[in-house]
């Protein structure tokens, strides 16, 4: 049985009626502050709902990310939304079940225990009765505060739960227009921003030339270094913001430099230091050592669509719909910033084009509200252009990973000690009390870019996620090196730290096994105790028919990694199939993944799925780099993703016990995944290549060197 504790989200929005309503319509709202962005969580907490209150999902109506509306769940992320959003609405359906069968019991006179729920009709000894949820909610007390004290459904009474349900959000995406850019309020305008090519830059053109750019049809409306054109017509604002780039000029700040882009570049800053575990020192028994040097780039979010908002300001009360990850705390950002009380804003969440993390929908939003409160009454619709969303957005941190370990000759480790340095993984509106908006900074009033202080290891760390090996190593040394101030922001990308902390030490695994002559397989299994761990790396070998001491440097490779998500969300090993000349070419992947109970498989294994392609992508292609100031991969053909035609056979198997509780997987196959494939390269060359991602010209010089 699934444990009946209180999930945070349940803590902090203890009423039943905050999640449960009752409909005229026979069907039943199920409110949530977690969102859809493309993950299929919405199906999937419809199924939790479903089950438990004994309806059929088509009669639950979901209301998503609306800050009116909703339960005030923070952020959709971490890989948190069914282990702490679902585990919220398991416990207060059990309890909304219960109480409603308590109420029907007083009224038919019966022993509650008598009574079941079908298609939430109230059926007695099988029977039906004239008694449903609908007549009986009137009388059943939703204010009420949640106890979480009710037994929730064995695993074995799930009729629902577990099996793969059509996802709700495809429908509309396939035949409708459910997006965020779709939308289209009457009398709406539409507005382009110039953003600042680097931190702290200030207009140097004069009032004449600013006049000029906007055109006859584009209205300019200018706040500061915040400049936007408007117009009833989009291609008008387009190219007015497209003179702009090309005539505009910029003084102060910080123009970036091609060595800024170097994830090296960043020992050599300044760092705010701690130490987790013990003070240990190397080993003098050790018969031998490993001291590597791992890298990952900066990296861009790539969502195929741009980041888009809508805003109205009328009446005093501002109303914004986007595709954030966090409405309460977009909500609390913007009010800040416009001065506005919190309770006059109203955040809508509306679907965008993919979601990997905090991208741009935050900052268009504050965008399409600075131009709605300069013009009240009138709808604001915000599109940033692709340059602005791989150049404008927050990027994925940069990384580089130590490792050093004093090994006996079997391989038996020593003494371990990792050293992570890196700026920040957390910098979304709100966080660490924040504002944290990008058009914030450029206002006549700033607000100016704080120090970057990263994300707390009890909510599952930043740099230091998945920094701490769950081999069974002697105590381990981690030291996270945090690098405050930068030329360019950071936040949260898809896995945080976790993708160059898992690249690094499953590296170094690679590494240690080859000198101590062991299979990189029975390597692992010799060293790791955890059933679980131990049973997706045995079943990923099986998948790819493992075979020890196969020959390397024959330009075809094979690797194996694994990794359990911040060390405590799902298990994940793969085993990657690559062919290398002067290029990677990832053929096959074999992924196995131990989520415990999983609510929708086929959910599930599109999350795994999508996390293995991008990981392919950000392994072998991605790197964001700097130039004349600016960032110089702001479109697709000087920032590449992987290609349709790129895209490797994946095989994936859930092994997880339908009795253990759910664990997050929406992050789980980032890190094995490059790992697995750097494994798998060097296996394929004879040469170990530690710096991601692994691209031609990095495979040439190390062809060249080695």
Known sequence: MIRNTLPQSLVDNPRLDQWIAFEPDRTVALKTGKVELGQGILTALRQIAAEELDLEPRQLKVVSGDTQLSPAEGVTAGSLSVEIGGGS?????????????????????????????????????????????????????????????????????????????????????VFGAPFIHDMALPGMLHARIVHR???????????????????????????????????????????ALGRAWQRLAWTGGEPLSPE????????????????????????????????????????????????CAVALF???????????????????????????????????HQQGAGCYGHNGADDVALDAALVAVARPGVPIRVMWMREDELSSSPFGAAMIVEIDAGCEADGRVLDWTLTVTSPTHVSRPGAHGEVHLLSSEALARPWPRPDGKDFPDERGGGASRNSLALYDLPPQRIVHRLVPKLPVRTSALRGLGALANVFAIESAVDEIAERAGRDPVAYRLSMLSDPRGRRVIERAAEMAGWQPGLEGGTGM?????????????????????????????????????????????DGAANQIEGGIIQAVSWATQEEVRFEDGCVATSTWNTYPILRFSQVPDVEIALVGDPNDPPLGLGEV?????????????????????????????????AMEAG
């Open 89 to 173: 609405i398991r416990l207060v359906c059990a309890e909304v079940r219960a109480r409603m069968l308590e109420s029907a019991a007083a009224r038919l006179g019966a022993d509650p225990a008598e009574l079941s729920v079908e298609a939430g009709e109230i059926r007695r000894a099988g029977a039906r009765t004239a008694l449903d949820y609908w007549s009986l909610a009137g009388s059943v007390e939703l204010s009420a505060t949640a106890t979480g004290s009710v037994p929730t459904k064995r695993p074995s009474e799930y009729r629902v739960v577990g099996r793969s349900e059509q996802r709700l959000d495809l429908p509309g995406k």
């Open 197 to 239: 090519p680097w931190a702290g830059a200030r207009f140097a053109s004069p009032d004449e030339v600013l006049a000029r750019l906007a055109g006859p049809e584009v209205e300019l409306i200018r706040d500061g270094d915040f400049l936007a054109f408007v117009s009833r017509d989009e291609t008008a604002c387009a190219a």
């Open 260 to 307: 800024h882009g170097q994830a090296a570049w960043l020992l050599s800053q300044p760092t705010s230091d701690r130490q987790i575990g013990p003070d240990n020192r190397p080993d003098p028994a050790a018969a031998f050592r490993l001291d590597a040097r791992y890298s990952r780039p900066y990296l861009a979010h790539g969502s195929i669509g741009p980041s």
């Open 314 to 348: 009328a009446g005093g009360r501002l109303n914004v719909w986007t595709h954030s990850q966090g409405v309460g705390p977009l909500r609390a950002s913007l009010a800040q910033v416009l001065e506005l009380a919190p309770d006059h804003v109203v955040v809508h």
């Open 557 to 601: 490779g094979r690797g194996i990694a694994f990794s359990r998500y911040k060390n405590h969300a799902a298990y994940a090993a793969i085993v990657a199939e690559v062919e290398v000349d002067e290029e990677v070419r990832v053929r096959r992947l074999w992924a196995t993944v131990d989520a415990g109970l999983v609510i929708n498989p």
């Open 669 to 701: 196959s980032l890190g094995p995944t490059a790992a697995a494939i750097g494994n798998a390269v060097a296996h394929a060359l004879g040469i170990r290549m530690r710096d991601l991602p692994l691209t031609r010209d990095r495979i040439l010089a």
